[in-house]
Nanobody, 122 residues
Framework: QVRMTESGGGSVQAGRSLGLSCTTFGISYNQDCLGWFRQAPGEEREGIAR???????TYYSDSVKGRFTISLDNAKNTYLHMNNLKPEDTAMYFCAAGGTFCGLASGDYDYWGQGTQVTVSE
């Protein structure tokens, strides 16, 4: 069974950096995508970054491109390094695992963590 656990959230001031981690368990050859999503209160869940396990190919939403970096290690844990944070980045952040073809749509992913809160103040 696939399990995913996020950590590293917190409160920071605008302009600072923060790193999130997602520890995975049970990722098999059927899951080739790892993604990061976020959801602010009253908003839709937004896909922000994706990485393929086999190729390390990455893809970002326009809202975070150039500021956020997704990566993974040999244990198939994924990380999200966030630079130059803005108040509009405030949200619950989730990691997810998907199959062999994933974009930034929630429906592309099958397994989800519980989320970690990131709050950015002025």
């Amino acid at each position: 069974q696939v399990r995913m656990t996020e950590s590293g959230g917190g409160s920071v001031q605008a302009g600072r950096s923060l790193g999130l981690s997602c520890t995975t368990f049970g990722i098999s050859y059927n899951q080739d995508c790892l993604g990061w999503f976020r959801q602010a209160p009253g908003e839709e869940r937004e896909g922000i970054a994706r990485i393929y396990i086999t190729t390390r190919n990455t893809y970002y939403s326009d809202s975070v491109k150039g500021r956020f970096t997704i990566s993974l290690d040999n244990a198939k844990n994924t990380y999200l390094h966030m630079n130059n944070l803005k108040p509009e980045d405030t949200a619950m952040y989730f990691c997810a695992a998907g199959g062999t073809f994933c974009g930034l749509a929630s429906g592309d992913y099958d397994y989800w963590g519980q989320g970690t809160q990131v709050t950015v103040s002025e």
